[in-house]
C-alpha cells in the first residue's frame, strides 16, 4: 500500500510551497493561520533557487542505504501553483537524483484537479491525498470554500478524474464532531465510490491554540455530545473517533479485508506482526518528519510550524544538520521520555505508544499530566481489534493472507448461525443471500468455501 507517509525510514520533509494559502477556507484546517507567522508577503510561491536548493539538500540528507526519496508537496493548496512548478521540482529531481528512486506525494482538496493535472500526476507517477469527509452532507459541514459555498461536488469530480486517469490516489479523512457517528456511512460511501485505500485522521483542536472561529453547534450535535471545554466543537469526542473505527473495523472484517486498505489497520497489523509502526504517531519516538515553509525554514513536524519549534532555514543550515541537532533529537526523543506512567503499563502500549504529543493534554486517572486526549479511543478501538489481529499476524507470518482470517470468520459466523437456527437445512440454497452478510448470492459467497 502506497500512502502518504510520515516515516521514520530516512528523513521526511513535508514541504509547503505556497505556504497555508489555499482556495478553501475549511473549517478545521489547523494550517490556515500560519499565515500571522509571515505577515503580509508579496508572493507565497516557492522561488526556483530555494526549490533547487532544497530538493538538493533533502536528497543528499537521505541516508546512503535508503534507495527511494519521498517529496511530500503539501499546503495550503500545492495545486494552486500550477503544473508548471511541478514539473520544474520533477526535472530538478532528475538533475540530483543520481541512483535514487524519487516519488513524488502530493496532498490536495482536489477542487482544481483537471484533465491537465491529472495527465501531469499520471506522467510523472504521483501519488495523491484527496481529502474527503464522506458524502456530502458529511463533507459540506466543515469543507467549504472562501464565499462560504460547499465543495463536496467539485472534489468528487476531482476524484472521478484521478480514476479516469489511472492516477493512484488515496482518500484523507477527517474525523470529527459531525461525520464521527457515521462511520459506516461514510466508509461504504467511499468504498462504493471506488477508493480502495483511506485514512482516518482524527481532529482535535486545543482550545486556544490557534483554533479557528467557531459555527454555533447544530442542533442535533447540541442534543448528540456532552459539551467538552477542553476542544474546540467540531473535535471528534474522545471516545467517538474509537467507536468510529471499531465501525469501519468491523464493515471491514465483514467483506474487504484485501480489497480496501485501511492506513489505520494496515499499521495495527504492522505492530501485532512485531514491528514498528511506520507512521510517527504509533511509533516510540518521532522527530525524522520535519516541515518545510515557502522560503526554506524548516521545523520540527508539520503540527509545530511555530516559531520555538523552528531548527532554522534552508539557506543558513543544510537539512540534514537541522534533522539531527540536540533541539530536532529532543523533540523525538521526548515523544517517549515523557510518557505517563499509565501508558507505560497500557496493554496497547505497543501499537498506541501515546499517539502524537499534541493530543496529549489530559490527566491520567490518577492525576499525571500528558495523557492523550484520545486515550479512551485508542484504548477501545486497540482492544477490539486485537483476537482478529492476533489471528491475521500469525496468518501473514505463516505465507497466507489477511483475507483468509475474514473467509475464517464468515464461515465461524455462519457456522454459529446454522447451529442457532437448530438445524443444517436452514443452509441457504445456492441463489439466497449469503448468510454472512456480505451482500452476495450464497453460491458466490461462503458455499465456495
Ligand atoms: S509530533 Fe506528532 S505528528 Fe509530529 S512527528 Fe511527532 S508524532 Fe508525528
Ligand atoms: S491507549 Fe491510552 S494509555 Fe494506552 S498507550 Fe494509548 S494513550 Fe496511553
Known amino acids: 500500500m502506497r500512502t502518504i507517509p510520515i516515516t521514520q525510514q530516512g528523513l521526511h520533509v513535508m514541504t509547503k510551497p505556497i505556504g497555508p494559502i489555499c482556495n478553501l477556507d475549511c473549517e478545521y484546517c489547523y494550517y490556515l493561520h500560519k499565515e500571522d507567522l509571515y505577515g503580509e508577503r508579496k508572493s507565497w510561491r516557492m522561488s526556483e533557487e530555494t526549490l533547487d536548493s ?51 506525494t502530493i496532498q490536495t482538496n482536489g477542487v482544481l484537479l483537471n484533465e491537465e493535472w491529472c495527465e501531469f500526476l499520471k506522467a510523472n507517477d504521483f501519488l495523491v491525498g484527496i481529502s474527503i469527509d464522506g458524502p456530502a452532507e458529511l463533507h459540506d459541514r466543515y469543507r467549504y470554500d472562501k464565499q462560504g459555498l460547499p465543495t463536496f461536488q467539485k472534489v468528487l469530480d476531482g476524484l472521478k478524474l484521478l480514476k479516469k486517469y489511472e492516477v493512484e490516489f488515496n482518500v484523507l479523512v477527517v474525523v470529527n464532531r459531525h461525520n464521527g457517528d457515521h462511520a459506516k456511512r461514510v466508509y461504504t ?190 484504548k477501545a478501538f486497540f482492544n477490539h481489534i486485537d483476537p482478529v489481529m492476533k489471528r491475521m499476524a500469525e496468518t501473514v507470518k505463516g505465507g497466507g493472507l489477511a483475507a483468509h482470517v475474514m473467509h475464517q470468520i464468515n464461515d465461524e459466523r455462519r457456522g454459529r448461525q446454522i447451529q442457532e437456527q437448530g438445524s443444517v437445512s436452514q443452509t441457504p440454497s445456492r441463489n439466497d443471500p449469503c448468510p454472512c452478510g456480505s451482500g452476495k448470492k450464497f453460491k458466490r459467497c461462503c458455499s465456495r468455501r
Not at 530538493?55 to 494552486?80: H, K, M, S
Not at 459555527?215 to 469526542?237: E, H, M, N, W
Not at 472484517?253 to 480489497?259: P, T
Open 54 to 104: 532544497y530538493i538538493r539538500q533533502y536528497i543528499d540528507a537521505q541516508p546512503d542505504d535508503v534507495p527511494e526519496v519521498t517529496f511530500a508537496w503539501q499546503g495550503g493548496e500545492p495545486t494552486l501553483l500550477g503544473t508548471e512548478f511541478f514539473q520544474r521540482a520533477v526535472e530538478i529531481q532528475k538533475e540530483h537524483a543520481g541512483s535514487r528512486k524519487i516519488i513524488n
Open 189 to 378: 460511501y467511499l468504498r462504493d465510490t471506488g477508493v480502495d485505500f483511506m485514512q482516518f485522521i482524527p481532529i482535535v483542536e486545543k482550545r486556544g491554540v490557534g483554533v479557528h472561529a467557531e459555527l454555533p453547534l447544530a442542533s442535533d450535535q447540541l442534543r448528540t455530545f456532552a459539551y467538552d471545554d477542553r476542544v474546540s466543537s467540531r473535535s471528534v469526542g474522545p471516545d467517538q473517533y474509537g467507536r468510529f473505527l471499531i465501525e469501519v473495523f468491523d464493515e471491514w472484517l465483514r467483506r474487504d479485508v484485501g480489497k480496501v486498505f485501511v492506513q489505520q489497520f494496515e499499521e495495527a497489523l504492522t505492530a501485532w506482526m512485531g514491528y514498528e509502526s511506520g507512521i510517527c504517531i504509533f511509533r516510540k519516538q518521532c522527530g525524522r518528519a520535519l516541515a518545510m515553509e515557502h522560503n526554506g525554514d524548516v521545523y520540527s513536524c508539520d503540527h509545530f510550524v511555530e516559531p520555538e519549534y523552528k531548527l532554522g532555514n534552508i539557506y543558513e543550515l543544510p537539512i540534514v544538520e537541522m534533522a539531527c541537532s540536540d533541539q530536532q533529537v529532543k523533540f523525538g526523543t521526548d515523544k517517549e521520555t515523557t510518557l505517563p506512567k499509565y501508558c507505560q503499563q497500557c496493554e496497547v502500549r505497543f501499537i498506541c505508544n501515546g499517539e502524537c504529543p499534541k493530543n496529549r493534554f489530559i490527566e491520567t486517572p490518577d492525576g499525571e499530566a500528558g495523557l492523550n486526549y484520545l486515550c479512551e479511543s485508542y
